[in-house]
């Protein structure tokens, strides 16, 4: 079936920079967009960064200037490059893969399990 996995979280101090990795696995047709999406406690999830298959990005308004993501389609691989991280970044961080499997007519969303970016000052 399907499997998302990323990695890449962990604890870092406020100035510097974490990578994430996202891959997904699955008889996928296409995979219309990856990105990433984070949650803090008490927090509505929000959308940190994704992109298209026709390369197409977007960036929450929060993390643009400091977060780059970026994309190996032939590997169904998303990576979030984090600079310059602060304290309001520690969160929970999803991959989501919106794709469409060779046993279904539509398009779906698809999640990783979430890993953990903590900020230290």
């Known amino acids: 079936q399907v499997h998302v996995e990323e990695s890449g979280g962990g604890l870092v101090q406020a100035g510097e920079s974490l990578r994430l990795s996202c891959a997904a696995s699955?008889?996928?047709?296409?995979?219309?967009?990856m990105g990433w999406y984070r949650q803090a406690p008490g927090k509505q999830r929000e959308l940190v960064a994704d992109?298209?298959?026709?390369?197409?990005?977007n960036y929450g308004n929060s993390v643009k200037g400091r977060f780059t993501i970026s994309r190996d389609n032939a590997k169904n691989t998303v990576y979030l490059q984090m600079n310059s991280l602060k304290l309001e970044d520690t969160a929970v961080y999803y991959c989501?893969?919106?794709?469409?499997?060779?046993?279904?007519?539509?398009?779906?969303?698809?999640w990783g399990q979430g890993t953990q970016v903590t900020v230290s000052s």
């Open positions: 989501n893969v919106e794709g469409r499997l060779e046993t279904e007519i539509v398009t779906f969303d698809y």
């Open positions: 992109i298209r298959s026709s390369g197409t990005k």
């Open positions: 699955g008889s996928f047709i296409s995979i219309r967009a």
